[in-house]
């Protein structure tokens, strides 16, 4: 057998950690001769809970499963990990303002990025989940300077996922008929999911739909469709958000197909106007191993103010979090 890869996942009791840990073991995330071994960090209340979930791994005897350790201490936890999945978060809390959640979430995502600078593998790559995950990515980041910052990820591939079906729906066409879609900015309500590039079936979107549809339709669907959820459940998406974390790492390690792109959150170089260093999401191609922002894309008018405004969101978070000696 081939050394097992170290996987990490914070939060793995939570309810995205019960839809994503099954997928993982089974081989769904980094493909079906890749032997993983399992290291779940969870806050001290949340460790009974992943021990039950252990058990339910084992039960499922998965060939590629070559062990599931469980901690919660990050320095352990993170411990030779070469993906990391930051899944546990802070959740908003009743009367709670945008500070404190951020205050909140720094006392758990800087320790984790010193763990991760300490004792992660030297090729670790790091998706965060956990909301708000573009602002808790930028402070692992921070705190993890031996680590390239390219390694630091935010998850806006659900965000992308649910574009293609709304797309798809609306269009008649299967989600495997369409390219080109892009996600931009903070993974929030003013996030952007950018057609003006897509192709249907080979046809450009911007033919087959209005931007009356996409104002008023496609854009609010998109960026609500995590509260829509929620009503109609009684509970948060949680197999859809692991799914999407499956796609992202899936493809950071094994590439995007040829020609095509998909929607990450990353740190910027600068492209396409994003001040250097936010983690905001792009089209990004993964080649080699590494995610490359696509370049040269024309932006309209239409999707330049809305990129503005998802951006300055992201800027105005990381003033909040250095106001708060976060980074
Ligand atoms: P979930 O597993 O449902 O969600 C975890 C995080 O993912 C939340 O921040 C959530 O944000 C976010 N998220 C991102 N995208 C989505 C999406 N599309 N749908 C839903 N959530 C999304 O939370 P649970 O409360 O079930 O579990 C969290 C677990 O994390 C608990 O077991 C807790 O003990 C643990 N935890 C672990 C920590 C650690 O390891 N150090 C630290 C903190 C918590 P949002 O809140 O906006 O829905």
Redesign the pocket.
Known sequence: MTTPVNVTV????????YALLFRIASGQLLGPDVPVRLRL???P??VK?AEGTAMELDDCAFPLLAGIDIFDD?RRGFDGANIALL??????GPGMERGDLLEANGG?FKP?GEAINAGAAQDVRVLV???P?NTNALIAQAHAPDVPAERFTA?TR?DHNRALSQLSAKTGAPVGDITGLTIWGN?SATQYPDVFHARVAGRPASELVDEAWLENDFIPTVAKR?AAIIAARGA???A??ANAAVDHVFDWVNGTPAGEWTSVALPSDGSYGVPEGLISSFPARSVGGRWEIVQDLEINAFSRAKIDASVAELVEEREAVKGLGLI
Request: proline content about 6%; cysteine-free.
């Open positions: 914070t939060g793995a009791a939570g309810q995205i950690g960090l969870e806050i209340q949340g809970a990050p899944v546990g978060a802070r959740p908003r758990i984790q989940v956990g909301n995950a998850m659900l993974h995590g948060s998406s949680a859809s958000a």
